[in-house]
């Protein structure tokens, strides 16, 4: 008769499977509430503490961290020595483990959870039975997850008890302590930037494919949800998201967040906003964004902070769009957007700010790890560096830009009025590339005499100022920064430009 040892937080299935164990010839050992469910089933099994002739002791916190469990779970069954000393001590071989762990997820999970709770919730026999038992998978079965229990139990009854599945459970079950391990450290660490990063992520489904179709992929979350996430977004309509969606519309909600004070709508493509627009209604924020740039929304994805409404939908219904994300939808609007099959409708409250996380990046060999921009410049942060002042109206223009632009992928240029984008210069090596690609757009724009021009960086010539002055822009933000700054603001005074500098820059790459 072979023994398994039983002892999981997570009980679904648990009676099902020792039922079947039972049948296929295995004695059970089981340890406080696994055990009492057993026996409440009228399984038979034993308790730990009838293999360590030991007490549970210290409130339940030493039970399994005992010589008679893990000699029976490292013992090699091939190693004579291994055998004869198991013999000697009285301790019988153990051949299969199933134990998943305390919730110390669930626990701090609750936003109210203390200190001492989550610490309490902290397993440590748990984790040392999982790793002694994967350390012998050649001759223990390790089961952590009570997804597993069928497919073990077909190879028990059918007697293919194979190596690759030995080595599959036994690679799961290090991934189970390394990701419990690594919330743990998580949850306690008090620096952003630690010796050691440790981060743990729970598969959420597979992809279809990645960036491109030859490109296998899969999302993975938080194990304790973000809540402000295009992973925790409702799906009300529409297939499920793709690599790109997931990565435009993550792009969408950061950017949206800079105009929660009024209605706005933000059109993506590629990772680079194509239009925003701001309004006293979201139709009106719709028809500033979409005028933004026709074209390019085309196959886009928009995201808006407020409600959208019939009048809202009809106009969106009438062109092709990947995604819409918005708080809610009128049950018309929902009607009227839903009979596009492939249109996703997505529901998100949408945030008052960034959550405060480390973003990290990987590279080759590695990663790269920072704090999230979530810095927004108001008036109180400009200094005009110009001789010409700027209006009230160009402020407000130039403070709207400044937020926008830095949501732009670098070399970053954005035209707007106060309210609307009508052009934008992303990604290009250059700057001044960026500003002519900008202002060319923007310049067909029927309230370009009013635009104001932002800047994601420091001007490193004043050639930028100088074609921007030349095309009829009235006033410009950027950081500042530049050993040739000097130049720029002659070049401002010389055409009567108004300067502004933020003295913050928003690269993003």
């Known amino acids: 008769m072979k023994r398994a040892l039983l002892s999981v937080s997570d009980k679904t299935g648990l009676v099902d499977f020792a039922k079947r164990l039972v049948e296929n010839d295995y004695e059970l050992i089981s340890t406080g509430g696994t055990l009492k469910t057993l026996q409440d089933a009228d399984i038979p099994a034993k308790s730990i503490t009838e293999i360590t002739h030991f007490p549970e002791i210290l409130d339940g916190r030493v039970k399994t961290l005992h010589p008679a469990v893990h000699a029976a779970l490292l013992a090699k069954r091939e190693n004579a020595d291994h055998m004869a000393t198991l013999k000697e001590l009285d301790i019988t071989p153990i051949d299969l483990v199933a134990v998943n762990l305390y919730p110390f997820k669930e626990t701090v999970s609750n936003p109210n959870a203390t200190y001492d709770q989550a610490i309490e919730n902290i397993d440590i026999g748990g984790p040392s039975m999982i790793r002694s038992a994967a350390k012998n998978a050649k001759d223990v079965l390790v089961l952590v997850d009570p997804a597993d229990y069928a497919a073990v139990l077909t190879a028990i009854s059918e007697n293919q008890i194979t190596d690759d599945l030995r080595r599959t459970l036994q690679a799961?079950?290090?991934?189970?302590?390394?990701?419990?391990?690594?919330?743990?450290?998580?949850?306690?660490?008090?620096?952003?930037?630690?010796?050691?990063?440790?981060?743990?992520?729970?598969?959420?489904?597979?992809?279809?494919?990645?960036?491109?179709?030859?490109?296998?992929?899969?999302?993975?979350?938080?194990?304790?949800?973000?809540?402000?996430?295009?992973?925790?977004?409702?799906?009300?309509?529409?297939?499920?998201?793709?690599?790109?969606?997931?990565?435009?519309?993550?792009?969408?909600?950061?950017?949206?967040?800079?105009?929660?004070?009024?209605?706005?709508?933000?059109?993506?493509?590629?990772?680079?906003?194509?239009?925003?627009?701001?309004?006293?209604?979201?139709?009106?924020?719709?028809?500033?964004?979409?005028?933004?740039?026709?074209?390019?929304?085309?196959?886009?994805?928009?995201?808006?902070?407020?409600?959208?409404?019939?009048?809202?939908?009809?106009?969106?219904?009438?062109?092709?769009?990947?995604?819409?994300?918005?708080?809610?939808?009128?049950?018309?609007?929902?009607?009227?957007?839903?009979?596009?099959?492939?249109?996703?409708?997505?529901?998100?409250?949408?945030?008052?700010?960034?959550?405060?996380?480390?973003?990290?990046?990987?590279?080759?060999?590695?990663?790269?790890?920072?704090?999230?921009?979530?810095?927004?410049?108001?008036?109180?942060?400009?200094?005009?560096?110009?001789?010409?002042?700027?209006?009230?109206?160009?402020?407000?223009?130039?403070?709207?830009?400044?937020?926008?632009?830095?949501?732009?992928?670098?070399?970053?240029?954005?035209?707007?009025?106060?309210?609307?984008?009508?052009?934008?210069?992303?990604?290009?090596?250059?700057?001044?590339?960026?500003?002519?690609?900008?202002?060319?757009?923007?310049?067909?724009?029927?309230?370009?005499?009013?635009?104001?021009?932002?800047?994601?960086?420091?001007?490193?010539?004043?050639?930028?100022?100088?074609?921007?002055a030349s095309k009829g822009i009235s006033a410009i933000v950027e950081p500042g920064g530049s050993i040739k700054d000097k130049n720029s603001i002659a070049m401002a005074n010389k055409l009567g430009v108004v300067l502004v500098f933020s003295h913050r820059r928003h690269f993003r790459h």
């Open 172 to 468: 799961k079950a290090f991934r189970h302590t390394a990701a419990y391990d690594a919330l743990i450290a998580s949850y306690l660490s008090k620096t952003a930037f630690p010796e050691k990063l440790t981060l743990t992520y729970e598969k959420d489904f597979d992809l279809r494919y990645g960036e491109n179709p030859h490109q296998k992929a899969a999302v993975y979350a938080n194990p304790i949800p973000t809540p402000y996430s295009i992973l925790q977004a409702k799906i009300l309509h529409g297939k499920k998201l793709s690599y790109n969606n997931i990565k435009d519309a993550d792009a969408a909600l950061r950017t949206i967040l800079e105009f929660n004070r009024k209605p706005t709508v933000v059109t993506l493509k590629h990772m680079n906003p194509a239009g925003i627009g701001q309004a006293d209604t979201i139709e009106k924020a719709w028809d500033k964004a979409f005028a933004a740039d026709d074209i390019s929304i085309f196959g886009g994805i928009v995201v808006a902070n407020r409600e959208i409404d019939l009048a809202t939908a009809t106009k969106m219904h009438a062109i092709f769009l990947e995604i819409i994300i918005a708080p809610s939808f009128t049950p018309e609007a929902f009607d009227m957007l839903a009979k596009k099959k492939n249109l996703r409708l997505l529901s998100l409250p949408i945030a008052d700010q960034l959550p405060k996380e480390i973003e990290v990046t990987s590279v080759l060999g590695g990663a790269v790890a920072q704090e999230m921009d979530d810095v927004v410049e108001e008036e109180a942060d400009l200094e005009v560096v110009s001789e010409k002042q700027p209006t009230a109206e160009q402020i407000s223009a130039l403070i709207f830009a400044q937020k926008a632009v830095k949501h732009v992928k670098s070399n970053a240029i954005l035209v707007a009025t106060d309210g609307q984008t009508l052009g934008i210069g992303a990604g290009q090596p250059n700057r001044i590339d960026s500003v002519k690609i900008a202002i060319a757009h923007a310049e067909t724009k029927p309230d370009f005499a009013n635009a104001v021009l932002a800047s994601d960086a420091f001007f490193p010539m004043d050639d930028s100022v100088s074609f921007a």
